[in-house]
């Protein structure tokens, strides 16, 4: 059955009244026929009927045997750094996203949990990095903002090897090009705002697990810890779903087209996109993924902090906002937004340069958007090279 079809059929029909709808249970708690006794269901933070099905929807996505739903992608993290004990070690991509390296430096560190960042795109890092005390590997592949590409499948067979885990935050790729753990990852995380959600209208997490005891584990820490994600935006979750195979193809396209544009242009430096040939791990993009998702990132030949804002406030149609995966074309600059809580020595050795500007390329007209940056690009340009004068 083709990936559409799963997409769309994995979201059940409602058993108790037909409703091609999923209903939303917005309950704190459930009645009992007598103590413990009920129809699997006893008080809201320990489960939902609408976040169930969400649950439920996104382990068959994922190819795993257990989802589970947070109140956004960060407490999705959360959670799972919460199976490590103090002493242990998280290896981790140098590239990573700004909320999470805030996590785990500003928040782990204190209970003792270290984390060492190194290039994952290269193997041998990822060999040369680990320690006796490394027990998750955390990968983001594509990556947050400059979309390094990590073989997931070789990493794999290299934590399997040294019984650590493997995480991989699959959000800017997601299930619908993308399934970290048929390639051999325990774990998968998503931040469902982006793509998943799809419109920019909600916050989410998602964890999803390979193995049933392990899911077992984050269950526990979940109800525990009580980030749960509400029915409602569990329902909004499902909602984005059923169109998601659909919107991740148009945005591939049109990133594609996008990144090729911008390849070309006078004024551009280096073009972050898996999709064009050039890019680093491009083969290995191009195995592990049915497309190259709808994020491209570029800095410019004047690396410059104050050119790149100039063009990120000169565009019309690309709105300058955090986040990204909605229908709309949203973009960013890392370095002042989704990345300055990184050291900016630590941020520079990653890639993210002061110039580097992040696109979420959305779903209208690629004519459009590529005529925006352009103009964007020539605004800033004719601004630098219009003469001074003065008045005497």
């Known amino acids: 059955m083709s990936n559409a079809t799963t997409l769309i059929h994995s979201i059940p029909v409602d058993p108790l009244t037909g409703s091609v709808s999923v209903p939303i249970y917005q309950t704190s708690t459930f009645v009992q026929e007598a103590p413990g006794v009920h129809k699997g269901y006893d008080y809201a933070r320990s489960n939902n009927p609408t976040r169930a099905t969400l649950e439920q929807v996104i382990a068959q996505l994922e190819g795993g045997s257990t989802g589970l739903a947070f109140a956004s992608g960060l407490a999705a993290i959360d959670a799972v750094v919460k199976l490590l004990q103090s002493g242990d070690e998280i290896l981790a991509v140098d590239d990573i996203y700004g ?126 810890s009580g980030a749960i994600l509400s029915p409602h935006d569990s329902w909004l979750v499902i909602r984005g779903i059923e169109t998601l195979h659909l919107r991740v193809q148009q945005h591939s396209r049109n990133a594609q087209a996008v990144a090729e544009f911008l390849a070309q242009h006078p004024a551009i430096d280096k073009v972050y996109y898996p999709g064009l040939g050039t890019h680093h791990n491009h083969e290995i993009a191009a195995k592990q993924q049915s497309a190259f998702g709808g994020i491209v990132s570029f800095t410019l030949k004047e690396d410059a902090e104050a050119l790149a804002k100039k063009v990120v406030c000169s565009t019309k149609l690309f709105k300058l906002a955090e986040s990204l995966g909605g229908v709309k074309s949203l973009l960013c600059h890392p370095a002042t937004m989704t990345h300055k809580s990184i050291p900016v020595e630590q941020r520079h050795a990653a890639g993210v340069a002061d110039s580097l500007i992040r696109l979420s390329v959305g779903l209208e007209a690629v004519e459009d958007l590529i005529n925006d940056i352009q103009q964007a690009l020539a605004s800033v340009n004719a601004a630098k090279l219009k003469p001074i004068t003065s008045e005497i």
Do not use: M
Not at 146 to 154: R, V
Not at 187 to 204: C, F, M, N, Q, W
């Open 99 to 224: 909320g999470a390296f805030r996590l785990f430096t500003h928040i782990y560190s204190k209970f003792g949990i270290k984390v060492n960042y190194t290039d994952t795109t290269d193997i041998r890092n990822v060999v040369d990095a680990l320690t006796p005390k490394t027990k998750l590997i955390w990968l983001e592949t594509p990556t947050n903002p400059t979309l390094k590409i990590s073989d997931i499948a070789a990493i794999a067979k290299v934590a399997q090897q040294n019984s650590i885990l493997l995480c991989v935050d699959n959000t800017f790729a997601s299930p619908a090009l993308q399934q970290p753990l048929k390639l051999g990852a325990d774990i998968v995380v998503h931040s469902a705002t982006k793509y998943l959600g799809g419109h920019s209208d909600l916050i989410a997490g998602l964890v999803v697990t390979k193995d049933e005891a392990l899911g077992a584990e984050i269950k526990f820490i979940q109800n525990a």
